[in-house]
């Protein structure tokens, strides 16, 4: 795998602390998380994401891999929820990732938006596409943080805003998606390194004619 693809990313490992207040914080069934990277989610208590993330287990240790600008954060998040159960981490320059990604623009193809800090607790998991990923929302597991809005929406069906995919033939320098009135529809999340630049992004919903840098998007399946 080429590392310097993914030269934003970070990979935390936790030892010690408790696996209950870990199984508690993630949109995963932690008993389920084997040495295979698996998607996830960690959100606060309105249902928002606060980072996206692949968690894998090692023996005894458990692999968090996220964005480095939430790196902080989320050691934060995990601890002022521990209390007394406290967790080892331990930052690496490795990184846990699916075998099938070699690029940024893997991830972006295949569905995993990548959460910097500049967009965290903005999105539900659903708006992220979590939910087309197995075991990413685990929606019979008991308690976890967020867990009454991510159910909610299941249950109602009623998500607004949607991971959706685009190209255009300029490197993006904004990460506001206009419509065709030029009113904010979404977010841009992640963009590839080479022309033609394809991107994830969080849209409004039933908008087809969706602008970025004042240039038209070319809409990808």
Known sequence: MNQHSFKHLCQLTLTGGSERVLNNLITSELS???????????CNAKGQVITTSWLSKIE??????????????LINHIQRHALRHQFTVK??????????????????QQGYPIIAIELSEQFIPQMLGMQHHPDAINFEKGCYLGQE????????????????????????????????????SGKLINASNQAPYTFNMVTKNHEEALYLDGKKIELLS
């Open 60 to 73: 005894s240790a458990y692999t968090l891999t996220c964005h480095e600008t939430l790196t902080d954060i």
């Open 149 to 184: 809005i991510v159910m909610r929406a299941e249950q109602l069906g009623q998500v607004k805003r949607t991971l959706n995919k685009g190209s255009i033939h300029q490197l993006p320098s904004e990460q506001d998606i206009l419509n065709e009135q030029g009113k904010l």
């Open 91 to 108: 930052i690496h320059e490795s990184l846990a990732l699916p075998k099938s990604f070699s690029t940024i623009e893997d991830a972006i």
């Open 32 to 42: 389920k998380i084997t040495a295979t990277p698996q998607w996830t989610a960690f």
